[in-house]
């Protein structure tokens, strides 16, 4: 079945020490997407990949960065996890055309920060 | 600026209790309303899209409906199962974002 993976499921690191989420999909769709979910919260959009344009959303902290370097696969870094970046961290995808707009969104990785 | 608001926040319903859940938003040129089931520690699961006002879907209990103003996402006969925080997100602006409602926790009881 066609879908979108996280790796890993859990990821616990240390406070400062760089981490990296990964996220890859076999729908073939163009766009994707990283959101972080912190308890009991909305989605909060990170960034998105147009194909291979960047879109970074004005209040994502420069402490996130995200890298695509291919359409099925695609990785949020972290560069110095803080505390307050513990959170679910969602992928989604998405293709573009009309009335396609629906995003696919991945089971998450949960982040602990210790 | 684009809006979405869901209620009620939580619901608690008896099995076989059909009730319905609301989500309105306030956007400049709808261009689809989503419906997402989201299950503790998982990612959100996507149930419906609705694109005009007067359309439903329906999935197995659930059934949605959209207005120019309001989507209804209606459970029958509900069954402990369908226990989960239902989302309702619209794209905002221009682009690919998606604005989410804080969404409705259902709890189905026996």
């Known amino acids: 079945d066609a879908m979108v993976i996280q790796n890993p499921r859990y990821q616990v690191t240390q406070f400062g020490k760089p981490v990296t989420l990964s996220c890859s999909q076999t729908l073939n769709h163009n766009v994707m997407y990283w959101y972080q979910q912190k308890s009991s919260q909305a989605p909060k959009l990170l960034f998105h990949y147009y194909d291979k344009d960047f879109n970074n959303e004005a209040d994502t902290p420069d402490n996130f960065q995200s890298r695509r370097p291919n359409t099925s696969f695609c990785f949020l870094d972290i560069r110095s996890p803080g505390l307050g970046d513990a959170a679910m961290y969602l992928c989604?995808?998405?293709?573009?055309?009309?009335?396609?707009?629906?995003?696919?969104f991945g089971p998450g990785t949960r982040l602990l920060v210790l | 600026e684009d809006q979405v608001t869901q209620s009620p926040e939580a619901l608690r319903l008896q099995e076989g209790e059909s009730s319905s859940l609301n989500c309105s938003y306030t956007?400049?040129?709808?261009?689809?309303l989503f419906w997402y089931r989201q299950d503790p520690g998982k990612g959100p699961e996507f149930l419906f899209t609705l694109y005009s006002a007067g359309e439903e879907k329906e999935k197995e209990r659930l059934k949605a409906t959209l207005t120019k103003k309001e989507s209804f996402l209606h459970i029958t006969a509900p069954k402990p199962e369908d226990s989960a925080t239902y989302l309702c997100?619209?794209?905002?602006?221009?682009?690919?974002?998606?604005?989410f409602g804080t969404g409705t926790q259902l709890k189905v009881e026996l």
């Open positions: 956007v400049s040129g709808l261009r689809g």
């Open positions: 989604a995808t998405s293709r573009t055309g009309t009335n396609q707009e629906t995003q696919y």
């Open positions: 997100a619209v794209p905002a602006g221009g682009g690919n974002k998606l604005t």
